[in-house]
Structure formats: structure tokens, C-alpha cells
């Protein structure tokens, strides 16, 4: 399996990205995929999770702004974010787990004030 995101790029605070994640499988199939980032100096933190029975968990700073979904058909995952902030600057990852994690290349989102 092989995760390929995209989209990520310089927006002002309150601007909106749309952040995707090409994969080479079928992500029915998956059991989570989700989003990560890694902020300069800090740990990689789970952003946003989808179940493959259509449950989302996302980490408290990002609830009411950010959105994940799935595409079945098109193999790809979603991550919506709006309201952007400085602290959203990071670099965004995404990620799958079906008898293993995979893990895609990241895409870095920078906020400016």
C-alpha cells in the first residue's frame, strides 16, 4: 500500500486548504486512516481519524474546523481545514493501518499571520 498526499501550501490565518491523500489500494478496505502533523520542534500528533465504519475522532484544537473524509471511489482521503491558525504550520501526514500501518510522504501546511 501506497499513500501519496498532496495539497498543503502557504495560506493566511482564517484561509482554507483542502488537503488529499492518494492510495494505492482500496481504502474500503482499511481499517483507520487518518491525518498527523509534525510541527517544527514537536512530536508527530493524530490530527483527524475516519473508521472504516464511518467514525471521526480529531484532536481538540482542530474540532468545528477541520473535516475528514473518503472518497471509496476515487481511493483517496480528505482532510478539509478552514479557520486556519499559526498553529496549524506544520507538516501533515497521512496514514492507514490494515494489518500494519502505511504512511504517506508529508505535505507541508504553512499558516501566515
Known amino acids: 500500500v501506497q499513500l501519496q498526499a498532496y495539497g498543503g501550501g ?3 490565518v482564517g484561509g482554507s486548504l483542502r488537503l488529499s491523500c492518494a492510495v494505492s489500494g482500496s481504502i474500503s478496505s482499511m481499517n483507520i486512516m487518518g491525518w498527523y502533523r509534525q510541527a517544527p520542534g514537536s512530536e508527530r500528533e493524530p490530527v483527524a481519524m ?3 465504519l464511518g467514525s471521526t475522532n480529531y484532536v481538540e484544537s482542530v474540532k468545528g474546523r477541520f473535516t475528514i473524509s473518503r472518497d471509496n471511489a476515487k481511493n483517496t482521503l480528505y482532510l478539509q481545514m478552514n479557520n486556519l491558525k499559526p498553529e496549524d504550520t506544520a507538516v501533515y501526514y497521512c496514514y492507514a493501518f490494515k494489518r500494519g500501518a502505511f504512511w504517506g510522504q508529508g505535505t507541508l501546511v504553512t499558516v501566515s499571520s
Open 10 to 12: 502557504l495560506v493566511q
Open 50 to 52: 475516519l473508521s472504516n
